[in-house]
């Protein structure tokens, strides 16, 4: 990470060390001990027929978990995609059964602390810890010079990301959430490129494997999703 990443962490921990003092006095005592929480961006989108967000990536977390105390939780989240489909080839004769495949999981753990604005809204704030690992092993993406050329790829990242969100109660069970937050990421990533002839008229090719890529970078995360939650 570098030197400057570094700096500016170690500012934003220190801010957000001391909104615990500043707020302090605004907090409530939560009397549930456990949150159970369900993204719900995707039904929402699906609903009104919303156009995908084209811009940073969003990690899809599909369920999170709270664990409240007096006047902050223990926060997790998790979400997992897996496609897998069998393309047809383009070319007759072509004997190959091609099998593209990917599997995506994103995962969370942090604290947060929050207060409240009024009897049913509520700011919060906190750090998280963020795991992130994407596997793509496609057959064929496209075809050139008598191969389906495919790819085997994985990126794995890991990071820290300060977060602000506001919650609306519908009621002392129900309520909704939506956040924001800037990341600070340590990627790795790296790739083969392979070649599969569509017939025994062309000879087999070597596989090109990339060398690993790692970099750091920050990421700044939009309130772009909605999270439906469940006191219990």
């Known amino acids: 990470m570098t030197r400057s990443i570094m700096k500016t962490l170690l500012v934003t921990l220190i801010f957000f060390i001391q909104l615990p003092i500043v707020f302090g006095q605004d907090s409530t005592t939560n009397t549930f001990k456990n949150q159970l929480g369900v993204d719900a961006t995707f039904f929402i989108k699906t609903y009104f027929q919303f156009n995908e967000f084209t811009g940073n990536p969003i990690p899809n977390y599909m369920l999170t978990y709270k664990r409240n105390f007096e006047k902050s939780s223990f926060r997790s989240a998790f979400g997992v995609n897996f496609e897998s489909f069998f393309p047809n080839s383009a070319f007759d004769g072509d004997s190959n059964n091609y099998h593209n495949k990917s599997f995506d999981f994103v995962a969370s753990a942090g604290w947060e602390w929050r207060s409240m604005i009024s009897k049913r809204w ?44 506001i919650g609306f109660n519908i009621n002392d069970r129900i309520s909704l959430t939506t956040e924001t937050s800037f990341a600070f990421i340590m990627s790795q990533s790296e790739q083969t490129t392979t070649y599969i002839p569509v017939s025994s008229d062309y000879p087999e090719k070597p596989n090109i494997i990339d060398p690993k890529v790692t970099s750091q970078y920050t990421l700044f995360l939009p309130p772009m999703f909605l999270l439906i939650n469940f006191n219990l």
Not at 126 to 151: H, M, P
Not at 155 to 164: K, N, R, T, Y
Request: hydrophobic share 35%; net charge negative; no cysteine.
């Open 122 to 165: 509520l700011f919060y704030y906190g750090v998280d810890a963020r795991y992130l690992i994407e596997k793509s092993d496609a057959d064929v993406n496209y075809y050139s010079g008598g191969y389906a050329n495919g790819n085997i790829s994985q990126l794995q990242e890991v990071g820290i990301a300060p977060f602000l969100g």
